[in-house]
């Protein structure tokens, strides 16, 4: 059977960053679905218009990022994708060293393409752009608790300066002025920078219409990179362009009858507070991540924790506040301490799937991918979305098993509530 063209391939850097893309572009009507890792040259792709590949790229050494990078391209490539999406977080997240700057250089290479855009805003969730600065809610990037995030730190909101200290290549501003004279201005903008040999354009966005308005501007471009708003006006510009032929809605996932619980592993303040809520209701069971280092004992005492409560919602976390986690990243090392929590609840997550737990709800971009990686769920289809940003996904191949992997920075206060509530 000949499938239908892959409309778009997207690389995304961590699997919560893909569920949020793939969820946008689903509820634009596109048919998506996620792939978890590099698929292995020559695997059949998936029928479907929009292929979003999560990667575990955005913390490691930007070397790697950059090869696991290059090989998601070389497959969506060689699966026909006509146009190409880089996702990263809607704040930015990275470090002067990238990997957004140096990742997005090799896809810009390999494309044999001399310009992109990078926006990464998304309204709907407080993320707006203004003269290139990066606002979260009502504060600046750098004055937001991502200042104190314990792998990227963010403390810079001037996205022209942060991509600039990423790549050799020159990086300007298109504002909001030029937003807001509508796509023929933004095209006409690119044209400018491109010819004055500019290789990246910030593009302010401070509302929807923003973002669709720049993505029916520089869809054609062989390259966009981006957070998953800028994914929203994509599917009406092909539909324009013929590529798409119809709207789906289709959100069915397989029914799921066993137990539910939550693993939090992100030490964002949403998530914080997320905890402190759910904590008022079910119980929960912090673990620390020192004690976890010292050996088994104290994820098997977990696992029992969970299995005598799995009529309750359980939830178990590594997350803590700045101070706490500075005093773990300075016992054990910034990385080891990471690898230790990840490990953790990716083992837990296995124990409980075992056990009967069929719904299970993940806060945070790299435990996402830990649990993900140890349950060798290889691939997503997207459901109904909990919150902007996050749906409830079923695991291809092993369905029946439910899976939300959220942003650590996404969702309401009773966001754990909401998404058991809504679990297919």
């Not at 608790?145 to 314990?150: A, K, Q």
Request: aromatic residues 6%; hydrophobic residues 45%; neutral net charge.
């Amino acid at each position: 059977m000949t499938l239908p063209p892959l409309v778009l391939g997207c690389i995304a850097d961590d699997v919560t960053g893909a569920t949020d893309i793939a969820s946008t572009l689903a509820n634009e009507g596109m048919r998506t679905v996620q792939v978890i890792g590099v698929p292995s040259p020559g695997s059949a792709r998936p029928d479907a218009d929009a292929i979003v590949i999560a990667l575990k790229s955005r913390t490691i050494e930007p070397a790697v990022a950059v090869e696991q990078s290059l090989e998601s391209l070389r497959w969506l490539r060689g699966n026909g994708a006509l146009h190409i999406f880089f996702k990263y977080c809607s704040t930015f997240d990275s470090t002067d060293k990238g990997n957004i700057g140096p990742v997005a250089d090799a896809l810009l290479a390999a494309l044999r393409s001399d310009f992109t855009i990078a926006c990464p805003a998304f309204p709907e969730t407080g993320r707006r752009l203004v003269q290139g600065y990066l606002f979260v809610g009502d504060v600046l990037l750098s004055e937001s608790p991502m200042r104190d995030h314990p792998l990227t730190p963010m403390r810079d909101a001037n996205l022209v300066r942060v991509l600039g200290r990423q790549t050799r290549h020159p990086v300007q501003l298109i504002d909001f002025h030029t937003v807001e004279a509508g796509p023929m201005a933004l095209a006409t903008a690119g044209e400018k920078l491109r010819a004055q040999c500019v290789r990246y354009a910030i593009v302010d966005a401070l509302s929807d219409r923003h973002l669709r308005d720049i993505g029916l501007a520089f869809f054609q471009l062989p390259l966009l990179t981006g957070g998953s708003g800028l994914a929203r006006g994509l599917p009406d510009a092909y539909r324009r362009r013929g590529l798409l032929s119809e709207r789906t809605s289709d959100h069915g996932l397989a029914a799921t009858r066993g137990a539910s619980a939550v693993l939090a592993g992100s030490c964002s303040a949403a998530t914080l507070r997320q905890i402190a809520y759910h904590n008022r209701h079910y119980p929960c069971l912090a673990l620390d991540p020192v004690r976890l280092a010292d050996g088994p004992e104290e994820r098997q005492n977990a696992v029992r924790w969970a299995l005598e409560r799995l009529d309750s919602r359980p939830l178990i976390y590594t997350s803590a506040d700045p101070q706490v986690v500075a005093r773990v990243q300075l016992e054990l090392g910034k990385d080891r301490a990471a690898q230790v929590a990840e490990a953790a609840l990716a083992e837990i997550a296995c124990a409980l799937v075992e056990a009967g737990v069929d719904k299970l709800v993940v806060a945070g971009g790299e435990t996402s991918g830990a649990v993900a990686q140890a349950l060798q769920v290889t691939a997503l289809r997207i459901g109904a979305p909990i919150a902007p940003g996050v749906p409830w996904t079923s695991a291809i191949g092993k369905e029946p098993l439910a899976l939300a992997f959220k942003s650590g920075n996404f969702g309401g206060d009773d966001f754990f509530t909401q998404a058991l509530e809504r679990a297919p």
